[in-house]
């Protein structure tokens, strides 16, 4: 059991979880994920890792409550545990793998829509602590769905809070900001964005015309988390791929959003899975219980 040591909501809808997880403190990375799962017959939730101190033996992870499984999540409280806490999983960050001299000589611009700040945190901290410097720019609806901020502001070099209604920091969407950047003369040798997928989209559209590589984090379409149920499926390159296996993050400029996106409204239906194993064939994947 992996018990809950700290419990806070973030905004509304929105909860940050501590939870003990010595082995995979332990041994996870910037970028990756975990499953949990709150008895032996719940459901399998990925959740990106916000945070983890290998000294206390924990993990942290943030949650929006959109589903069944994650509104039970909600009902646990601090002194409560999950069955299971699974990971790390997927890719870690590019980052991790770069030799660090190098690193410090690029200019880094990490943009976070919504809960993508919370995937986005641990990158620049890691970055952070190795002494390398980013700018990140974080945006939201409204000042009142904005999280991790002060957390943010402790690790970024810069930090640019953006609303979509203007009701804090500067106003209009995340790509505004990074026109307005660019106008002011920053120059960026490489691009993270994590947030909606069509926020990602819009993201790699401008950074495309402005010539700077970006890597996408692919989690927000990840559902059993193992690579069997087929959903995260997405085309990067004309190959197929898997975001909770071969990711979950990929060159943004690469990515078929809207094909990724298509998929993500087909699949929450029985006929659309039945729709996508028929299209899809022995590249579908299967094992989830959906398909026949």
Not at 148 to 177: F, H, P
Request: hydrophobic letters at 40%; one cysteine or more.
């Amino acid at each position: 059991m992996y018990k809950i040591v700290k419990k806070q909501e973030l905004t509304t809808n929105i909860y940050l979880m501590e939870v003990e997880a010595k082995r995979v403190a332990k041994s996870c990375e910037p970028g990756q994920f975990v499953i949990v799962r709150m008895d032996s017959e719940g459901e399998r939730i990925p959740l990106t890792i916000c945070d983890y101190s290998r000294e206390n033996g924990t993990v942290t992870i943030v949650f929006q409550t959109v589903g069944a499984g994650t509104k039970k999540m909600v009902a646990l409280e601090e002194g409560d545990a999950f069955h299971d806490f699974v990971g790390p999983l997927g890719c870690p960050s590019e980052f991790v793998k770069e030799d660090l001299e190098e690193l410090k000589k690029k200019k880094i611009l990490f943009v976070a829509g919504g809960v993508g700040a919370a995937p986005v945190y641990p990158q620049v901290k890691w970055l952070h602590e190795k002494g390398i410097v980013a700018d990140v720019i974080v945006g939201s609806k409204t000042k009142d769905l904005l999280i991790l901020e002060k957390e943010m502001e402790a690790v970024a070099g810069n930090l640019y809070v953006t609303t979509d209604d203007g009701s804090y920091g500067r106003s209009g969407m995340v790509t505004q900001t990074i026109k307005d950047l660019v106008a002011e003369g920053k120059e960026y040798d490489v691009c993270v964005a994590i947030g909606p997928m069509i926020m990602m989209k819009f993201v790699c559209l401008l950074t495309k015309e402005l010539n700077i590589p970006t890597i996408v984090s692919l989690n927000p379409i990840m559902v059993d988390g193992t690579g069997m149920c087929g959903a995260c499926r997405v085309t990067v390159g004309g190959e197929v791929k898997f975001a909770c296996v071969d990711g979950p993050e990929f060159d943004g400029h690469a990515v078929n959003f809207d094909e990724a996106m298509r998929r993500q409204q087909m699949y929450k239906t029985a006929e659309g899975r039945a729709i996508l194993q028929m299209e899809e064939g022995d590249t579908h994947h299967g094992g989830c219980g959906h398909c026949e």
